[in-house]
């Protein structure tokens, strides 16, 4: 590509509200431009790195045997009634009728579509396993779509569906996948942990999410210092409460409650928009006498952070119980966070609805815990317990020492077991003639944040440091005098040459000042600009390795060696 014709917008001023870089220099670059909050267009640059990445992605999905396939964007609201997750999905899902009154929703994922094409026509187990997979544009009407491509509202995801007969063979299936996505990301060249995690009210067992480590991360996973062992926080909390003693006797007759033990008992109970309990983990309904309190954790809560970080006299001011009555009922007030009142009723007007009243506190057993008084909401109810694991906390697998670090979270591997077959009465005949529910798995890879973790983990002060495997192009070739027939020549021989040998290459043949150009390329990101300049009488060009900055004088005939 020349780039005198290329269409690179690139610009001085990010958007106002870009906080993170790769929202900054993506941007700037121009390689996405905002059409309005969470939707982006991909400009020619990031169309070229979202196809690497597709790529790494088709090449190593098919490897295992799975199948690409392409499903509809619009799905039919039966399907999402039929698995009940049209309201357990809440306001995310984006739901629109057609002329003929029919309602529809954008897809934000694909299980009751892939489990409806897959019912009545896979119908034997000898056609088992089955894994098809899609890389698709998905959308989800995010509460606070932010970050850029970090969390859009439309994004693509590459998201695969397994099918199976036993649940043997699904494990199988959730381990190649892990180690398909962990070679995925490391062909990418990224820094990654894959970490337990909650599986959360959609049922079933195992879940692991996949981290890329990042200081800009929305989530905070703890890691071993010795072993391979990561969780998210949630995970990490779950599996350490496990080993704590029983909480110490509450009484809080105001939360009285009959013993729940479903998200939709709970949601019965409170009365409350499922859409929130879907992203909570009843599980653990902490106090083991769950006649008292309900707690569970917000999974997926995009303000989590905040909520846990309310001021705890504050909260007590609003829910009006005084630090005494705390004690007597086994709590000590405990977390001060540093967020003011009114950004807490904030959080809590805009996320947790009418969620007005707030309790905080702490029980002997270090159960810190910020929650809303359930007894006096109608719609919404919160509870996050928080804080049980701490930095240095021993390690659930090892004597290692725990340590907290932030993460991407850029995919996400979940044993379904039956849930969607059951629900959407999806069977096949098992050896014995007998039907049986599909055993399923589900596989999601976040493509479009992808390309913005590539950047978050890769970049300076100057812009995006590709990686060779997603790098737009690999090569730039910048001819310093335009004015100079030498180096247009052997600028445009070089560039020939490199196109011949399949090196995506760039040739920067504008006739702008160097230092203009070089800027440039260094907010692009090409892993390699190779400068043809006055060296050029002793057979000589510069190439400029963007990650070390190392500057070098060398041969033309070297540069296949160094960038290859
Ligand atoms: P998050 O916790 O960040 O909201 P999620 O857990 O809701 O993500 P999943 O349902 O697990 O997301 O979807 C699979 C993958 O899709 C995620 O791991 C992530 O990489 C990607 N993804 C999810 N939501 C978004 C979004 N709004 N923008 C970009 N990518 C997303
Ligand atoms: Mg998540
Ligand atoms: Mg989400
Ligand atoms: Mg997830």
Known sequence: MRRSKAFIPTTKEAPSD??????????????????????????????????????????????????????????????????GRIEKFGKELLRFHDRKNNLFVLGPTHEEMMVDVVRNRVTSYKNLPLNLYQIKTKFRDEARPRFGLMRGREFIMQDAYSFHATAEDLDREFDAMEAVYKKILTRMGLDFRVVEADSGAIGGSGSKELMVLAESGEDTIAVCSKCEYGANIEAASRSKRSNIPEAPEASFNKFKTPEIKTIDELAEFFKIDPYYTVKCVAKKIIYEDASEIVLFFVRGCDNLQEVKAINATEALDIVDVTEEELKERGLVPGFIGPLDQD?????????????????????????????????????????????????????????????????????????????????????????????????????????????????????????????KETAPYMVNIMISNIKDEAQVQAGEQLYKQLQDANVEVMLDDRKERFGFKMKDAELIGFPYTIVIGKELQNGHVQIFDRATKEKRDIKSEEIFDKIT
């Open 18 to 83: 870009a906080t993170l870089p790769s929202h900054i220099f993506l941007s700037r670059a121009g390689f996405i431009t905002q059409v309005a909050a969470g939707l982006y267009n991909y400009l020619p640059l990031a169309k070229r790195v979202i196809k690497k990445i597709e790529n790494i992605i088709n090449e190593e999905m098919t490897k295992v045997g799975a199948q690409e396939v392409e499903l509809s964007f619009v799905t039919p609201a039966e399907l999402w009634q039929e698995s």
């Open 343 to 467: 950004k807490a009723k904030h959080v809590i007007d805009s996320d947790l609805k009418d969620a007005t009243n707030l309790i905080c506190g702490a029980n002997e057993a270090d159960y810190h815990f910020i929650g809303v008084d359930l007894s006096v909401l109608s719609n919404a109810a919160y509870f996050a317990d928080i804080a049980e694991v701490n930095e240095g906390d021993i390690c659930p697998h090892c004597d290692g020492e725990l340590s907290f670090t932030k993460g991407i979270e850029v995919g996400h591997i979940f044993k379904l077991g039956t849930t969607y077959s059951k629900a959407l009465k999806a069977e096949f005949l098992d050896e014995n003639g007998k039907a049986q529910p599909f055993i399923m798995g589900t596989y999601g890879m976040g493509v479009s944040r992808l390309v913005a973790a590539v950047v978050e983990q890769h970049h300076d002060e100057n812009g995006c440091i590709w990686t």
